[in-house]
């Protein structure tokens, strides 16, 4: 069981820019959560995905943006990049009890 | 909506002895409470949970409690282990809404041999 795996691990981009962060789940699992982890900070909620839909949504403008594939991967998007937006982006999968898994995280830098 | 305060957020201790990490969470309505540890560029991982039905919970060295009418939690840590120094979140939420997790700013804990 391969876990919940994260791609790119770490990337660069610049203000103004867009980027795609893609999430595969932990095998069974059906609902994906994504965080954002400040340096020294906890992770907050940005949003969730069940049945290809967004099912919650956390206190994040709509530059931050997701999709659930039907094999249930999952992408996020941020558009118009923002110095701030440099992060740890934690995907999490889960499957009704609730217990979330974590991937690695990717995690981007905003120059 | 939902506000997660933890404390301390830094913790010393010598091998052997315990730890205790306490947060307070603001929304009556959640029902869900895990706690996290995060080891240095590692991702987050679930050490133990404790549901609003149940006062208290024991895994080994790790318990948790709760009291719903305080509307506050704590993790205790018996005969730590300098493997057991990292950063640890609590987090909580209303399960009838969706997992959707808020954490505490987290407590970094080390244990000194």
């Known amino acids: 069981d391969a876990g919940v795996t994260q791609s790119p691990t770490h990337l660069i981009k610049t203000r103004g820019q867009q980027v795609t962060l893609r999430c595969s789940p932990k095998s069974g699992h059906d609902t994906v959560s994504w965080y954002q982890q400040a340096l020294g900070q906890g992770p907050q909620f940005i949003f969730q995905y069940y049945e290809e839909e967004e099912r919650q949504r956390g206190n994040f403008p709509d530059r931050f943006s997701g999709h659930q594939f039907p094999n249930y991967s999952s992408e996020l998007n941020v558009n118009a990049l923002l110095l701030g937006d440099s992060a740890l982006y934690l995907c999490a999968s889960s499957y009704h009890t609730g217990e979330l898994f974590f991937g690695e995280g990717s995690r981007l830098t905003v120059l | 909506g939902e506000n997660v305060e933890q404390h301390p957020s830094t913790l010393s201790v010598q091998e052997g002895d315990s730890a205790v990490i306490k947060c307070t969470y603001s929304?009556?309505?959640?029902?869900?409470f895990p706690w996290y540890k995060q080891e240095l560029g590692k991702r987050p991982q679930l050490i133990i949970d404790i549901r609003s039905n149940v006062g208290e919970k024991k895994d080994q060295r790790i318990a948790v409690t709760l009291n719903k009418t305080a509307k506050h939690f704590s993790l205790h840590i018996t005969e730590t282990q300098p493997e057991d120094s990292a950063v640890y979140f609590c987090a909580a939420c209303d399960s009838n809404s969706g997992y959707a997790l808020n954490f505490g700013k987290g407590t970094s804990l080390l244990v000194t041999p």
């Open positions: 929304d009556s309505a959640s029902n869900y």
